[in-house]
């Protein structure tokens, strides 16, 4: 494996002369379903040097209060003995207009529904972070990195593990001046593409917004006379189109 690892590197090393990596890791939210275990995230690099990511996931625990707190994971060699979410692999190397792919696997019990922090991080690779690649070449792609490049632009997401018995159940208030989502379910309702826009001109809106109703929690706004608004609300695969008027 490191010598196959090590003969592709090579064959990338004449290509890095005043480039760098970009990455690109698709949508920042992601849903594992509560009848799926694994999860096909890709990476592309739309840059003119290799691209070497490493995948870090934390878990974000939402407390009472309603605060959030981020928890690293212990080390995934540690997998086997605890619950939780690991990429696999953990090291990609992306070449230059290519892209890899890494899988999100989740073990254990899925009573409730979880929430992960995935942080894709490209790196100038070092002897401990096992990409299986020599001190030569190390040495060789820092020199080939374009100057200046000292920042190398990373992306987070969030991924959301449903429960096993995953059940919607929003309860809707369009009253005269407010509309109203209460999620009575176990398992996150997304409101996309929210635009609240003038009734007489379609092109004075707001920034169009995502939102996210975790179990327990309430989205609101008020509506206001001569504007309309227009969402698409998702609970797992159904969709539903709302439009309404203040």
């Not at 040097?49 to 212990?74: C, H, Q, S, W």
């Not at 086997?80 to 190397?93: F, H, K, V, Y």
């Not at 007489?200 to 206001?224: A, M, S, V, W, Y």
């Amino acid at each position: 494996m490191k010598a196959r690892w090590a003969l592709l590197f090579a064959g990338w090393l004449p290509l890095l002369a005043n480039a760098a990596p970009q990455i690109n890791v698709g949508t920042v939210y992601d849903y594992l379903d509560g009848d799926k275990s694994t999860y096909l995230k890709r990476v592309f690099n739309g840059g003119d040097a290799t691209a070497f990511v490493k995948v870090n996931i934390l878990e974000i625990i939402y407390d009472a209060d309603g605060t959030m707190r981020e928890m690293p994971l212990v080390n995934q060699a540690e997998m086997n003995a605890r619950e939780g979410l690991m990429a696999s692999p953990a090291r990609l190397i992306v070449p230059a207009n290519g892209m890899q792919g890494t899988r999100l696997v989740f073990m254990g019990e899925r009573e409730k529904e979880r929430y992960f922090r995935v942080r894709f991080v490209p790196v100038v690779p070092e002897q401990e972070d096992e990409f299986a690649v020599s001190a030569e070449e190390r040495d060789e792609y820092k020199k080939g990195l374009s100057a200046g490049v000292n920042v190398l632009a990373g992306y987070g997401t969030v991924f959301f593990v449903r429960p096993t018995e995953t059940r919607f159940d929003s309860a809707v208030n369009d009253g005269p001046g407010q509309y109203r989502i209460h999620n009575q379910g176990n398992s996150v309702v997304v409101i996309d593409e929210f635009r609240d826009c003038s009734a007489k001109n379609e092109n004075e809106c707001q920034p169009t917004t995502k939102h996210h109703i975790l179990p327990g929690r309430t989205f609101e706004f008020d509506k206001q006379s001569g504007r309309e608004y227009r969402f698409t609300m998702i609970e797992g695969k159904a969709t539903k189109v709302v439009e309404l008027k203040g």
